[in-house]
Nanobody, 123 residues
Framework: VQLQASGGGLVQAGGSLRLSCAAS????????MGWFRQAPRKEREFVAA????????REAPSVKGRFTISRDNAKNTVYLQMNNLKPEDTAVYYC?????????????????WGQGTQVTVSS
């Protein structure tokens, strides 16, 4: 599966962005999907995940209550709605696909990765 992330940009603190990740292939509904981010000089970290059907989600404590992951299997797309953005959310955001029907956290659970989209939050 190939993944294409989009929707990043520059936003002021307190603002919102919605990231999208479009997937190729006919088996999108058989992949758990995740969002990760990597800030300069930091390791890539888990942000949110969603299972095959979309009825289970998991968010990192740092974004819980502000970010929401969702998916539309008919459109082969996963979304990350980001509200009340903070400067510390600045990073390159990556979407990833896992063959497991779960809300996986470790990077190693994901077999496919998109190219990343830059999110910059100004104070």
């Amino acid at each position: 599966v190939q993944l294409q992330a989009s929707g990043g940009g520059l936003v002021q603190a307190g603002g919102s962005l919605r990231l999208s990740c479009a997937a190729s292939g006919r088996t999108f509904s058989r992949y758990g999907m995740g969002w990760f981010r990597q800030a300069p000089r930091k390791e890539r970290e888990f942000v949110a995940a969603i299972n095959w059907s979309g009825d289970r989600t998991r968010e990192a404590p740092s974004v819980k209550g502000r970010f929401t992951i969702s998916r539309d299997n008919a459109k082969n797309t996963v979304y990350l709605q980001m509200n009340n953005l903070k400067p510390e959310d600045t990073a390159v955001y990556y979407c990833a696909a896992s063959p497991f029907d779960s809300v996986s956290v470790p990077n190693s659970q994901y077999a496919y990765w998109g190219q990343g989209t830059q999110v910059t939050v100004s104070s």
